[in-house]
Each structure stands twice: as C-alpha cells, then as structure tokens.
Nanobody, 123 residues
Framework: QVQLVESGGGLVQAGGSLTLSCAAS????????MGWFRQAPGKEREFVAA????????YYADSMKGRVTISRDNAKNTVYLQMNSLKPEDTAVYYC????????????????WGPGTQVTVSS
C-alpha cells in the first residue's frame, strides 16, 4: 500500500514557476514508478510526466516537454514536479500516482493516487 499527498499548488502568474511535491507513505515507495497527471474542468485526466523507480529514466508529455522536470528522492519518499513558464492553459488539478509497472503514461495503469493539488495560472 502507498498513500500519496500532493502539495505546492497555488495561484501563479503566467510565465511563473511552481514546484509540486508528492509525499508517499509506505516502505515500498522506491519500488514504484511515479507519475504526474492533471485534470482541468470538463476535461479528461492527462499525463504530464513519469519517472522510473530508480529515477534514471523520465518521460514527459509533448505539451509539457521543456517546461517541466520530474524528479524523486527515494530517501525522502517524495517525488517532485518543477514547472516553469506556466501558461493559463496549465490550470488544473495536479495528481501524483504510483504504478507497479516499469513506467506508464496511462492513468488506468496507476494503482495509487493522491487527492490532487490545484494549480491556477492567471493571465
């Protein structure tokens, strides 16, 4: 079992930056690949970024590539999402998730989810 809690969301102006954190409980955190997803009102949940258990490989949605960086600290049971050059269309609830797969970009393949943190980007 893994429990996840996101933090770091908030209101930021366009062009600004935010770093989201996801704290995990459970001694097996390091064995899970982790992902970040987002969901805007009226839209489906979409993939943002993922990282393998070792942190050695990362994956990004094309829409976010170059503007976000995912990282993890297994000693702290935490995964991060640094976001730069934010745009109003990045406004969404951001979720972190854990998967027993090697890595995944599909929400259905993730076993555990946090409650989400709101990111609002003003123009």
């Amino acid at each position: 079992q893994v429990q996840l809690v996101e933090s770091g969301g908030g209101l930021v102006q366009a062009g600004g930056s935010l770093t989201l954190s996801c704290a995990a409980s459970g001694r097996t955190f390091s064995s899970y690949a982790m992902g970040w997803f987002r969901q805007a009102p009226g839209k489906e949940r979409e993939f943002v970024a993922a990282i393998r258990w070792s942190g050695g490989s990362t994956y990004y949605a094309d829409s976010m590539k170059g503007r976000v960086t995912i990282s993890r600290d297994n000693a702290k049971n935490t995964v991060y999402l640094q976001m730069n050059s934010l745009k109003p269309e990045d406004t969404a609830v951001y979720y972190c998730a854990a998967t027993g797969s090697i890595v995944a970009v599909t929400p259905a393949l993730y076993n555990y989810w946090g409650p989400g943190t709101q990111v609002t980007v003003s123009s």
